[in-house]
């Protein structure tokens, strides 16, 4: 796998080499244990924060296949289809007309009379009722 240096840093574990902001690592010719890998990615190293990040290797993209438009055309029919279906089209028997449903009249309102309204009733226990 490909790193990529974020952070120039001189490796103490490969002879002091140098390694510059965007350099890959590692380089030609050495071979860095997992464990160191995982210092430079991380925070366990003598910075305190990755100076490296891993490269993902981007895949091309994959275009789609485009099917070649076909022209539309109908379908080869036989003469025995065709009579065929010709002959269902008579047998079929007339279809009736349709019954109309009767229309429903709409109620006649009922009429109110207007009335006066009425006083309330007098309570018998009111005071107002009471007699001296």
Known sequence: ??????????????????YRTGDTYPRDGYEPTPDRIIELIGTANGRGYPVIEEVVAEEPAIEPEIEEEIPFSEPPVSEEIEEAAEEAVEAEEPAEEP???????????????????????KKEGSKRNATK
């Open 99 to 121: 019954v109309e449903a009767p229309v429903e009249q709409p109620r006649a309102r009922r009429r109110t009379v207007n009335k006066t309204p009425k006083a309330p009733a």
């Open 1 to 18: 796998m490909n790193y990529k240096v974020t952070h120039s840093f001189a490796d103490s574990l490969d002879d002091g080499f140098v």
